[in-house]
């Protein structure tokens, strides 16, 4: 068997959790598990969650319906709303809450054939200028859904943060009082803190909050502030050959590493069809046997070279973290010019996930 995997503490998630709902106490936390809860596996992370949340958040109908396939009861906010006009009644009789970022999704819901009223947000732009209605055409969005008996009466009123994981900027207090302005006609609830919100905003903390990042063990930002949180993947697997260089010659594609004396040679089994990142730099760190030693040379598909040279004892079979408990992945993404979020949510299907409790 390759050495190569993936070990997920679903426990370490589910305290995560814990971290989020006690920094914000007064907030309900829908748990964001989009894109295989960030490569942590979807439906077994919902299976371990589910007895701590109200609700899951996923981006599309196809992921919501995979955890109802799978038998997750709570209901499940589906990020992007319906694609198509068919997908209403679908949500209605699954408890898929749909948040609803422009006008042909509201008329699909209004002139939907339901028996039972399906749950809605309303996606509000007040900065990120991606999905989402104007701040001025809210108040007469969500008049047309409250009067509508196809819509639940606990309409929910939401805005995505664009600048939160940076604490000095201006930008997320202004979006804050925006999307609160647009309450001023109706008493809904809100929706604004993402994991940046919750560690580091507090104003943004409202009637719910979506944790997502911060689930999995990572803080969203850029210092090196663990917030109490536990990383819950850790990426291993094993040095498979060693080789001697002389100095003068190149390791891996393209020579772009020159040995510059004589030097030890580790190969350890992952690449970039594993979803290690393509373009991590030499120097970019990995743990052999708990010590940092550096990448060296190209990553290729399969394999990854690094220099043991000042790692004497190491040998063929002995352990490699990639990421994990002693080494932040978000370190690993700063070297490879990425964030944590694309390396996670980038492992490919040929690595195995292990749970553990």
Known sequence: MRPTSAIIRLGAIVDN???AASLAPASRNVAVIKANAYGHGMVEVAIALEPEVPAFAVAFMDEAVQLRDAGIRKPILVLQGVSHA???????????????????????????????PVGVWVNVDTGMHRFGFAPETSDQVCGDLLVSPNVRPDLVLSTHLACADDPANPMTGQQVNAIRSCTSRYNLALSIANSAGILCWPESHAEWNRPGY????HSPMESNDSF?????MTMRSEIVAIRDVMPGEGVGYGHVWVAKRQSRIGTIAIGYGDGYPRHAPGGTPVLVNGQRVPLAGRVSMDAITVDLSDLEKAG???????WGQKLSVNEVALAAGTIG????????????????A
Do not use: C, K
Not at 214 to 217: F, N, Q, V
Not at 228 to 232: M, N, V
Not at 316 to 321: A, H, K, L, Q
Not at 348 to 353: D, Y
């Open 228 to 232: 109490g949180l536990s990383p819950a």
């Open 17 to 19: 959790y814990r971290v």
């Open 316 to 322: 063929v079979g002995d352990p490699v973290e990639l």
């Open 86 to 116: 068919s997908d209403i009644a679908e949500a209605a009789d699954n408890d898929f809450w749909l948040r609803l970022h422009q006008q042909r999704q509201v008329d699909w819901v209004l002139s939907a054939n339901i028996t039972r």
């Open 214 to 217: 911060m689930l999995y063990g």
């Open 341 to 356: 979020y694309e390396i996670m949510a980038g492992l490919t299907g040929r690595v195995p996930l292990i749970y553990q």
